[in-house]
């Protein structure tokens, strides 16, 4: 079937097997292979990207699902437009050492930038509840903890400039 | 220009621009052209015997290209996955060493044992025809658990295996602890079960394989710890591809933690399917199919003695475990429980008799194999217990037992009677750290607290040393060792004064690209920037052992450090040539060549330069370019250790453990970048109470069912399980490395579980609970307590 939706800020026609989940569309046909696929129970969140602007595991959600959507994966997180920066989200891990092989990262960026938009004030127990839904294996979760935080409160000052 | 960052510094990775922006590379990600894509079809069964493949509705189905299955791998007399280690009996006969197809031929061991793999146009249609393939099974009892294996009744896996018993292993003086056991004022006992664990690294494993009939060379993408190896042991000793034919590249893989350390089954299927059917074929592992194929870890039944004088001195300490080995022999499997296992049960106390004893044993399980630690958290585990229960027994505070038998540092080197000689340490002064960063002296305040909530806190310590940096390869070789355990760098700089090094470790996840070049940038005074690091495809990297068991910036570092003095070696004789001046004085540093006592200099640059376009060069004596090579064998372990200090609340209503304070005091020698151990240390420590609190792998006794087959089912540790720990080092330096440096990688595995459970049990000694066992689940802990209420458990 064909689908119209906006992905990373493109408007984007696809032709579709309605059954194709999005992650496996992502990195199978669009070739955004920045999207993770970790698990088979949709536990582990490597797979999360935003759908209209709410953090979604990809690999829990239909292709058709799509259509008239506006979708953004890791690939489409970036700093101000036109800055070639990254996002705020993204330095926050990196300076704080949030990450360490790699792969839960796209899945735990994409939660954290919602979580800090859905609640301008996180604690450090908004934050650890927040990404009950993805597991990292490699950090214990406390770079990633102190990240989000500070991920969080640079989106926040970003935006009060 | 940038700036040289040294050792010590913290400077941000460099890997992780392409992984925050979603462009890492890793095997899933990677697409050939024509490639064909692949399925394992895994046995369901624990234990049966294999009566006849049907394959032809399979390669009816549409798409299907072929249905590879045992029949096929014998007919190409191809070999059988090979045991890296060969451990012995106490009277020095060999361990049973079955062979361990790549498909299963006559009988299946384990639930996921691979049966055939078939190829077909995409994963879909290759999973359509598996689904067609008619397997005839005729099922056998199976046997999971390493008590009931080594019955006389329970189920034989090979007919050539009796009792099931791989190796019946020993280490230290028998009699000598005997005779000590004879004058102890007392003993302490404990049996207890070290709970068998799933890695879990956060990407499945993978893998694609391509044929170039042209060159009549293959190329095998993996998501494998030791690309180098892999390329040894399937080509050399399964496929018989020469080496010079074969490329195994290992790109970006999205952790380890040791379940990528072994050379599987499935890279040898699908690099011998490639040719066969002449087109590239990609597999990638669904999580379920991790779960009954990634190599499972720990999985002990011990029973420990510790002899005690009456002053609490320990006399003698002996140790009885079955280690199960799943139903085969994987790369690494025997040594992991005994040579990794037995000699660390000295830990940082100067106990002057120990024996241990290991029956390592076949069983329907996935083969066990190293994981996080290895061996280490196992020995940790069972001595920090047993020191808590003696002391607990006699009578003495738990830090003054362990006070009156550390090993003091001024005693070092200090020669255990369990083979290792620890070269340095200062264990009393982790202690102390520790005792002050978790201030202690106010748990009694913390305590009341909970109790006022109608919680119970405990307080857990573990006091531990591991061995790290795998191996000085004689040792390794008198243990049972069939390879080297030596890492090689290569460090090419080039004509502009940028340098790429090419090392034999694997990055996935440690930080190598940014610790290694910490240390170009530190020796050659080349900016940090300007310093790329190569690893994990044979075709770029000369050779190399791979990551595991801590051993990357111990035994790989120092190459990369003695490759680095080479350069600088002949940097001086051609700053000689060119200053004029006698190569004796010649002075490197700060990036600059200057002759003694004068202002003449030549920068790094101006080195390099010359030493590519040799037109005023000392050719006569010395070759054009500036490159050189080192391999680094060790001469001893290294010994790392330090104190943790766990506190934990329990909820008596019900049964759940709470991990609400951590600390860790640890000795990792030199550290080149703090920030990186900080975040070593915390995934480290992670894992760990993963075992003790959550994880365990459960199989059904007779089915051999696997039953914690998935993330819903297998818990792992989530962020709102943990508190914020607190990590420190106190380091003493190690003196055999080049720079002083011990490893991090999995001392946090090592000392929390210990740590963990010393705590739980503290926190319920009031009501006689003298042992729990991991993973200390609230189900466990609120049947614990049902039972200690009971007026005959509060004796």
């Known amino acids: 079937m064909q689908i119209s939706f906006t992905l990373n800020g493109r408007p984007t026609n696809l032709d579709v097997e309605p059954a194709t989940l999005v992650a496996e569309l992502l990195r199978e046909q669009l070739h955004l292979t920045g999207t993770h696929i970790g698990c088979d129970t949709s536990q582990c969140g490597a797979c999360v990207v935003h759908l209209n602007g709410l953090p979604v595991k990809s690999c829990t959600l239909l292709a058709p699902a799509l259509d008239g959507a506006t979708l953004l994966t890791i690939e489409g997180l970036t700093g101000a437009p036109g800055s070639n920066q990254m996002h705020p989200m993204q330095e926050a891990f990196r300076e704080h050492h949030g990450l360490q092989c790699g792969f839960c990262t796209p899945g735990m960026l994409m939660t954290a930038v919602a979580l800090a938009t859905e609640k301008p004030d996180l604690t450090e127990a908004d934050v650890r509840h927040g990404l009950e839904g993805n597991i990292c294996r490699c950090t214990g979760y406390q770079n990633i903890v102190i990240s989000v935080m500070a991920g969080a409160a640079a989106m926040h000052d970003a935006k009060g400039e | 220009m940038g700036n040289v960052i040294g050792i010590g510094a913290a400077p941000k990775r460099k890997e992780d621009q392409r992984f925050l922006t979603g462009r890492g590379n890793y095997v899933s990600d990677i697409k050939r052209p024509g490639m064909a894509a692949g399925v394992f079809v895994r046995s369901p069964h624990g234990h049966a015997l294999l009566r006849g493949i049907d394959k032809s509705a399979a390669l009816a189905s549409p798409g299907a290209i072929a249905v590879l299955t045992g029949d096929d791998v014998a007919d190409d007399g191809l070999g059988s996955l090979p045991c890296g280690w060969g451990i012995t009996d106490a009277k020095g006969v060999p361990m049973k060493e079955p062979p361990f197809p790549m498909l299963a031929q006559d009988k299946v061991r384990f639930v996921g044992d691979m049966v055939a793999f078939v190829i077909a146009e995409t994963p879909e249609q290759a999973n359509a025809a598996a689904d067609l393939l008619k397997i005839d099974y005729e099922v056998l009892p199976s046997v999971v658990g390493v008590l009931e294996a080594v019955r006389p009744d329970a189920p034989q896996l090979f007919d050539d295996v009796p009792n099931n018993i791989c190796c019946d292993w020993e280490l230290g003086d028998k009699a000598a602890v005997e005779t000590a056991f004879k004058k102890a004022a007392h003993v302490a006992r404990l049996s207890l079960v070290n709970n068998r664990l799933i890695g879990n690294p956060m990407e499945p494993r993978a893998a694609i394989a391509e044929y170039e009939p042209g060159t009549d060379r293959y190329t095998l993408w993996t998501t494998s710890q030791f690309p180098h190896v892999v390329r040894f042991l399937m080509g050399a000793l399964v496929l018989n591809i020469p080496q010079h034919k074969l490329r195994v590249v290992a790109p970006d893989v999205g952790g380890g933690f040791g379940v990528k350390q072994f050379h599987y089954g499935e890279e040898a299927v699908i690099t011998w399917a490639a040719k066969r059917v002449r087109r590239p074929v990609k597999w990638v592992a669904s999580r379920s199919e991790g779960y009954v194929s990634d190599r ?465 049990v503290d926190a319920l000694s009031h009501l006689g609970v003298t042992h729990v066992d991991m993973p200390a689940t609230p189900n466990r802990i609120w049947r614990l307590l049902q039972n200690a209420s009971l007026p005959v458990a509060a004796e």
Do not use: W
């Not at chain 2, 029973?303 to 006399?315: P, R």
């Not at chain 2, 004689?474 to 790429?500: D, K, W």
């Not at chain 2, 200057?594 to 006569?620: C, M, Q, W």
């Not at chain 2, 540790?717 to 990688?745: E, F, I, N, Y």
């Open chain 2, 296 to 760: 499972h870890g720990r999985d002990h039944v011990t029973e420990a003695e510790l002899a005690l004088d009456e002053t609490g001195k320990f006399l003698a300490f002996r140790v009885n475990t079955l280690a199960n080995m799943g139903g085969y022999l994987s790369t690494f499997g025997p040594n992991i429980p005994t040579n990794l296992y037995g000699p660390l049960l000295g830990g940082v106390y100067t106990t002057p008799a120990i024996y241990c004893n290991v029956k390592v044993v076949f069983t329907n399980t996935v083969p066990v194999d190293a994981y996080r630690g290895a061996g280490r958290p196992e020995a940790t585990f069972v001595l920090e217990r047993i020191v808590d229960v003696a002391a607990s027994e006699m009578g003495i505070d738990r830090v003054e037992i362990r006070r009156r038998n550390m090993i003091p540092k001024e005693a070092y080197p200090y020669q255990t009677p369990v083979l290792v000689q620890y070269d340095s340490g200062d264990p009393m002064g982790c202690l102390d750290g520790a005792l002050v960063a978790a201030d202690v002296k106010n748990f009694g305040v913390r305590k009341a607290a909970s109790a006022r909530k109608g919680k119970f806190r405990g307080l857990g310590y573990s006091t531990y040393v591991e061995a790290c940096g795998l191996a000085p390869s004689r040792f390794a070789g008198r243990l049972g060792a069939r390879g080297g355990l030596y890492e090689s760098a290569t460090v090419r700089v080039h004509p502009t004064g940028q340098v790429t090094v090419m090392i034999g470790t694997h990055n996935h996840g440690q930080g190598h690209e940014t610790t290694f070049a910490q240390i170009v940038s530190d020796k050659l005074g080349v900016a940090f920037e300007n310093v790329d690091i190569v690893f994990g495809d044979t075709d770029r990297v000369q050779f190399g052992m791979g990551t595991y068991g801590s051993r990357s910036l111990v035994v790989g570092g120092a190459a990369l450090s003695k490759a680095t003095d080479k350069v600088i070696v002949k940097g001086k004789k051609i700053a000689a040539h060119l200053l004029e001046a006698s190569e004796a004085d010649i002075q490197f540093e700060a990036g600059k060549f200057s002759v003694a006592g004068t202002d003449r200099i030549k920068t790094f640059e101006e080195i390099a330069g010359a030493a590519y376009v040799p037109h005023n060069y000392p050719l006569e004596v010395l070759e054009p370019g500036l490159e050189e090579q080192a391999y680094y064998d060790p001469v001893n372990f290294t010994y790392p250790g330090g104190c943790h200090i766990a506190e934990v609340e329990v909820d008596p209503e019900t049964g759940t453990v709470t991990l609400v304070n951590y600390t860790a005091v640890d000795d990792v020698g030199t550290v080149i970048n703090p920030m990186i151990v900080e975040g070593q240390l915390h995934g480290g420590i992670v894992q760990g109470v993963g075992q003790a609190l959550f994880e365990n792998a459960v199989y059904d006794e007779g089915s051999g069912q696997l039953l914690s087959g998935s993330l819903m089912d297998y818990c792992m540790p989530r962020a709102d399980h943990l508190p914020m720990m607190k990590v420190a080092t106190h380091s003493t330096l190690c003196t055999h490395t080049p720079m002083g440096v011990k490893g991090c990688g999995e001392v946090g595995t090592i000392g929390s579980p210990a740590a963990v459970i010393n705590a739980v």
